[in-house]
């Protein structure tokens, strides 16, 4: 199963902003619908926010709506996740999948089942 690669992680402060993106090498998720999830220590796994293949569908966690943005490149086969206005509780590992049965739309429920090809993740600190 081929995996996907995070990338542009980091520790910031309070207010700054980070741009993630998420690579697959070797294989081409274009018409996949996407997601990004995090995980902070002692915490479950949660939904961030998903887009549809074309990107003209988004959906987004209501603890980050208004301050992220995600985003796709079909050419550059990359996914990307702008974080503006960065809090402390945004810290964790941020992880991006691909729908786990190839679906373009947006799946009904943004679970961590409905997602699979989970790259390593890339670790956001926050301070304050």
């Known amino acids: 199963q081929v995996q996907l690669v995070e990338s542009g992680g980091g520790l910031v402060q309070a207010g700054d902003s980070l741009r993630l993106s998420c690579a697959a090498p070797?294989?081409?998720?274009?018409?996949?619908?996407m997601g990004w999830f995090r995980q902070a220590p002692g915490k479950e796994r949660e939904f961030v926010a998903a887009?549809?293949?074309?990107?003209?569908?988004?959906r987004y966690a209501d603890s980050v709506k208004g301050r992220f943005t995600i985003s796709r490149d079909s050419a550059k086969n990359t996914v990307y996740l702008q974080m503006n206005n960065l809090k402390p509780e945004d810290t964790a590992i941020y992880y991006c999948?691909?729908?786990?049965?190839?679906?373009?739309?947006?799946?009904?429920?943004?679970?961590?089942?409905?997602?699979?090809?989970w790259g390593q993740g890339t670790q956001v600190t926050v301070s304050s």
């Open positions: 999948a691909a729908d786990r049965r190839g679906r373009p739309v947006l799946p009904t429920t943004s679970t961590p089942a409905d997602f699979g090809s």
């Open positions: 887009i549809n293949w074309s990107g003209g569908s988004t």
């Open positions: 070797g294989r081409t998720f274009s018409t996949y619908a």
